[in-house]
């Protein structure tokens, strides 16, 4: 008999292994593929206690290095694309994870997040966050207007000229 515990990830629900209740003999070890850490990716080392019960020793996770519970970039390598939307840009530090950042850099397929945002010179225009979960300088496009939209000391500089 197996028992199975469920892990909410973001909208999905993941069947994790939590091992078998196979007898062992104490001290013995055993490694397992694909039983523990985000995306069920992980090899468990496992131990025979005293007991006569398996217990977990350790979880060498390649989706999440850190070990808190975020997805790092190799995410997207996994067949099919990964569980979860929301990347760790950070995975060598577990206080820093995808609930930390200015901004959540989705990556491919999609697109990364983008935000208005005041420029210097106080037009409106946008910024996106980059692949290091940091915002971009805030950026418009110039448009034919009479304003310096883009902030370069020039106005309405747009392909083609203004009407």
């Given at each position: 008999?197996?028992?199975?515990?469920?892990?909410?990830?973001?909208?999905?629900?993941?069947?994790?292994?939590?091992?078998?209740?196979?007898?062992?003999?104490?001290?013995?070890?055993?490694?397992?593929?694909?039983?523990?850490?985000?995306?069920?990716?992980?090899?468990?080392?496992?131990?025979?206690?005293?007991?006569?019960?398996?217990?977990?020793?350790?979880?060498?996770?390649?989706?999440?290095?850190?070990?808190?519970?975020?997805?790092?970039?190799?995410?997207d390598?996994?067949?099919?694309?990964?569980?979860?939307?929301?990347?760790?840009?950070?995975?060598?530090?577990?206080?820093?994870?995808?609930?930390?950042?200015?901004?959540?850099?989705?990556?491919?397929?999609?697109?990364?997040?983008?935000?208005?945002?005041?420029?210097?010179c106080?037009?409106?225009?946008?910024?996106?966050?980059?692949?290091?979960?940091?915002?971009?300088?805030?950026?418009?496009?110039?448009?034919?207007?009479?304003?310096?939209?883009?902030?370069?000391?020039?106005?309405d500089?747009?392909?083609?000229?203004?009407?």
């Amino acid at each position: 008999m197996r028992a199975v515990a469920a892990v909410l990830l973001g909208c999905a629900v993941l069947a994790c292994d939590e091992g078998d209740d196979r007898e062992c003999d104490p001290g013995e070890t055993r490694d397992r593929t694909n039983a523990c850490g985000v995306c069920t990716t992980g090899a468990r080392q496992e131990l025979c206690s005293d007991a006569g019960v398996w217990e977990p020793v350790t979880c060498i996770d390649p989706i999440d290095w850190d070990g808190d519970g975020w997805a790092n970039e190799a995410c997207d390598d996994l067949p099919g694309g990964c569980c979860t939307t929301r990347r760790d840009c950070n995975d060598d530090d577990p206080d820093v994870h995808a609930a930390t950042f200015d901004c959540v850099w989705r990556g491919p397929p999609g697109r990364p997040d983008e935000e208005a945002c005041t420029t210097s010179c106080g037009t409106t225009g946008a910024h996106t966050c980059t692949p290091v979960c940091g915002w971009s300088a805030c950026a418009a496009a110039e448009t034919c207007n009479g304003v310096d939209d883009d902030c370069d000391g020039e106005t309405d500089e747009v392909p083609g000229g203004c009407p």
